[in-house]
């Protein structure tokens, strides 16, 4: 078995692949229209979880095309992050280039990612009850927060379930009157959400001892 590639040989590969993937983009015809940072997280979260969309992982790579072009101001840290985490995989072996970079989509793994969302919005409830704002809460997670805004928009109700079991666990007892607060005041932003894209597959009830039970 031959041993990983040299630096040399990566790089080569590496500039013949952004040569050959940059033609593809429409955004290498024409002054770019640069992604976003939370563009780039999101896209970069995609890649980590399989999910990614092979023309915006092309974007992404035009977008350092050009950012590295003469008189273009240096990548942005997420960019580099994202090629660093890619190069390494590649070099673990776990996958080929192209899958590292995320021009090769997984498939058969919607699951997990749901998993990780819940997780997410869990954190953030997490946060909440330890006196956080909202804002801050995301920002001590330190993933894109359009990724966590929409774990929070689309998994508030199940994170609550995540938090009460945790609690129930550690024989925390039940909700105080502020986290109870708290905790309405989440519904009645989840109602909103609800009143725009229908029933949700979990109802979650606060009775006026205990709260965190759901109703399917």
């Not at 192209?98 to 946060?127: F, N, S, T, V, W």
């Not at 330190?142 to 379930?161: M, N």
């Amino acid at each position: 078995m031959s041993g990983p590639p040299s630096e040399e040989e990566l790089w080569s590969s590496y500039k013949q692949m952004l040569a050959r993937e940059s033609g593809k983009s429409q955004c290498a015809q024409r002054e770019p229209k640069f992604l976003t940072l939370e563009q780039i997280g999101r896209i970069a979260y995609d890649v980590e979880h399989g999910t990614a969309k092979p023309d915006d992982v092309r974007h992404l790579l035009a977008d350092f095309c050009a950012y590295t072009k003469a008189g273009h101001r240096c990548p942005p840290p997420q960019l580099l992050d994202y090629l660093s985490s890619a190069f390494q995989r590649y070099l673990d072996g776990s996958c080929t280039l192209e899958a590292a970079l995320g021009l090769k989509r997984k498939r058969g793994h919607p699951k997990a990612d749901e998993q990780d969302r819940i997780q997410m919005a869990a954190e953030i409830l997490r946060q909440r009850l330890a006196g956080k704002s909202h804002q801050s809460a995301l920002r001590k997670i330190g993933y894109a927060t359009s990724v966590l805004g929409e774990a929070w928009r689309d998994y508030r109700l199940e994170a609550i379930a995540v938090v009460e079991n945790e609690r129930r666990k550690q024989g925390c007892g039940s909700w105080s009157e502020q986290e109870k607060r708290l905790l309405k005041s989440v519904l009645k932003d989840q109602a909103k959400v609800d009143a725009n894209a229908g029933p949700r597959k979990a109802r979650i009830i606060l009775p006026e001892e205990h709260s965190g039970k759901i109703e399917r």
